[in-house]
Nanobody
């Protein structure tokens, strides 16, 4: 059974940094991409950053230059380094593995980790 477990969230002051981690367990095949999404209070879930199987990356405009997504295949872990955090970055951050399945594609999700940016 596949599980994605996030960690690293918490309370941080504006301008601070956090590093989120997402560890995958179980057998995951044919990964197309790994990504981080977030959902703030009263907002829809949005893509924050994604890294493809070829290590290409893509970021939401709002986090470009501040956030960096990376992965360690040996540890089955994807990271999100968040610098220069702003109050508007406050959200629940969830990890996603987008995979290829026999019938199309399938998404795995973690349970989410809360990030709160406040003074």
């Amino acid at each position: 059974q596949v599980q994605l477990v996030e960690s690293g969230g918490g309370l941080v002051q504006p301008g601070g940094s956090l590093r989120l981690s997402c560890v995958a367990s179980g057998n995951i095949f044919s990964i197309i991409s790994m990504g981080w999404y977030r959902q703030g209070p009263g907002t829809q879930r949005e893509l924050v950053a994604v890294i493809g199987s070829d290590s290409s990356t893509n970021y939401a405009d709002s986090v470009k230059g501040r956030f960096t997504i990376s992965r360690d295949n040996a540890k089955n872990t994807v990271y999100l380094q968040m610098n220069s955090l702003k109050p508007e970055d406050t959200a629940v951050y969830s990890c996603n593995y987008h995979t290829r399945a026999a019938w199309g594609t399938y998404d795995y999700w973690g349970q989410g980790t809360q990030v709160t940016v406040s003074s």
